[in-house]
């Protein structure tokens, strides 16, 4: 069977050569698969085995960097794009996709290779990836997927012989991923940086084109982009809060403008929960703590409103342009408050919406803070409880350190629960449903790379199994469910990936 879709055009990214670059993966030896995601291959048609694993070996070729046609499809125009942005709270200027390189779109969503060598943005960088952040990329794109949270999907880690140089000599790997589009609020920043008016007009046009119609009826169609983006992505990191995700590095060119998890780099879920947990290492000043999440996605948020101002000048005033960005900038705290006293009062199984809610949700976390509970284990067993408990025979009494305040906060609990017109099992489904019993925990990922590292792929395979149904009790892996023991409590995450 021949060619017969060469794909060549990326009308889902940009074009020109001031934002993207004609870019061929660099070829590995030998490589070979480490991991694979059936959920995500079926969402570009590539046709499994029994095994799993593409029929074709071919995209073992192509998700390694070495060929670009396999089956009837040729990425005849791989890119990779330039992009500017905030690092850290600072002005870091252009970036790029250093090692992320676009192979094209399949079904309207585009397939990009991760670590496939250098680029035009490369700088000083080698363009390439390490086995242990490729793996923890793939197993938590699709962990976040399952748990119903937007992000970018992973296909593939493909693994090789060669070594790159960080810290010590590592394995390389390339983490294929899949999202209907890969941009970011860097973009716009890019354009914005240099006073590219049209490019920066093309770039918001061609977002509401294919991502955001809705925005073209409005009369302020520069604004309600705008809003419908900050929209998005304050809704994400509510969600990241209610299932404890801390991501990391939230600079403004990891900050999709879809509002997609993205970048996953230094992450982490949360064990035992600390309010001001800080899970990237190079991350001193704890900028992105997680109860920081909120306030500097809202900051980078301000960054795309800065970005954008030049095309709302198009239609307004200066000054009429900068008081409408400042008052929909004003609207993300209260979509991200209402989404997130949403999701946590279903956390705490609560449907109706009653006016001491939030103080019951605050002082739950406060208590979990000081005694440091278990994040994941605590919300998921949370839904054992019956409306008629007797506060001090709750087993979970026995996490908190303040034995008294817990059995108050216990009886405030039940006794708002009796207000509820749901059974006690109704609950039970409503919040494990939203309640995962399995998260990426840190020492999962860290055992699965030990043993990848080791040629011993798994592990990988079965995390991939438990996190694609996040929300499932899976008896044989009840151990999953556990929080670290002691020694596994402390693994840091840096940067350098
Ligand atoms: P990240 O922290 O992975 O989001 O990367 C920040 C910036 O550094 C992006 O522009 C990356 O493309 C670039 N970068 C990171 N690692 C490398 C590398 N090994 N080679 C080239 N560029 C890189
Ligand atoms: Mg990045």
């Known amino acids: 069977m021949g060619i017969t879709h060469r794909i060549q055009n990326m009308p889902f990214t940009l074009r020109g050569d001031d934002v993207c670059q004609p870019t061929l993966p660099t070829p590995i030896t030998e490589p070979y698969w480490v991991a694979f995601a059936p959920a995500a291959a079926q969402l570009i048609n590539i046709e499994m085995g029994s095994d799993g694993l593409p029929i074709n070996p071919d995209w073992l070729e192509v998700l390694a960097g070495n060929q670009l046609a396999v089956d009837t499809i040729e990425f005849a125009a791989p890119i990779s794009t330039a992009y500017s942005g905030h690092q850290f709270g600072v002005w870091a200027g252009q970036l790029g996709d250093g090692r992320a390189i676009l192979l ?6 585009e397939l990009q290779l991760k670590g496939a060598g250098k680029t035009q943005y490369s700088r000083m960088g080698d363009g390439r990836a390490v086995l242990r952040s490729s793996i923890r990329e793939f197993l938590c794109s699709e962990a976040m997927q399952a748990l119903g949270i937007p992000t970018s999907r992973a296909l593939a880690v493909v693994g090789t012989k060669q070594t790159v140089r960080r810290e010590t000599l590592e394995t390389a790997a390339i983490c294929s991923r899949i999202a209907p589009s890969f941009i970011r609020i860097g973009h716009f920043e890019h354009f914005a940086s240099t006073q590219n008016i049209v490019r920066l007009k093309e770039l918001a046009d061609l977002l509401i084109t294919h991502f955001y119609p ?62 001001d947990h800080i899970c990237n290492h190079s991350d001193s000043g704890g900028r992105y703590a997680y109860h920081r999440q909120p306030q500097v996605m ?13 095309l709302l000048e198009l239609d307004h005033s200066s000054e009429e342009s ?16 209402k989404e997130w006293q949403n999701l946590f009062r279903f956390k705490l199984g609560l449907q109706l919406e009653l006016e001491d809610d939030v103080q019951l949700i605050e002082r739950l976390l406060q208590a979990m803070h000081d005694s440091k509970v278990d994040y994941t284990s605590f919300f998921r067993n949370l839904s054992n409880l019956g409306k008629d408990a007797i506060p001090t025979e709750i087993p979970q009494r026995d996490e908190f350190i303040d034995r008294n305040s817990a059995d108050q906060w216990f009886a405030d609990y039940t006794q708002r629960l009796r207000s509820e017109p749901l059974s006690d099992s109704s609950r039970k489904e409503m919040m494990n449903r939203i309640n995962p019993k399995y998260t990426l925990r840190n020492h999962l990922a860290q055992t699965a790379i030990e043993k990848a590292q080791q040629n011993d792929f798994s592990e990988v395979a079965t995390l991939l199994q438990i996190l694609s149904n996040p929300f499932e009790e899976q008896e044989e892996f009840e151990a999953y469910s556990k929080a670290p023991p002691l020694s596994m409590q402390k693994i840091s995450v840096s940067c350098s990936s």
């Open 104 to 109: 094209g779109d399949v079904n309207k969503l």
């Open 214 to 275: 809705e925005s073209a009826n409005e009369q302020d169609t520069y604004l309600s982009l705008f809003q419908a983006i900050s929209a998005r992505n304050a809704k994400l990191v509510a969600q990241w809060q209610s299932v404890g995700f801390c991501h990391g590095v939230l600079n403004s060119d990891n900050i999709s403008a879809l509002g997609l998890t993205l970048d996953y780099g230094p992450f982490g879920f949360l064990d035992h929960f600390e309010i």
């Open 298 to 310: 809202h900051w980078n948020m301000a960054c795309l409103a800065s970005a954008m101002l030049p």
């Open 322 to 337: 900068q008081d409408l960005l400042r008052s929909a900038l004003e609207e993300f705290p209260l979509v991200y408050t």
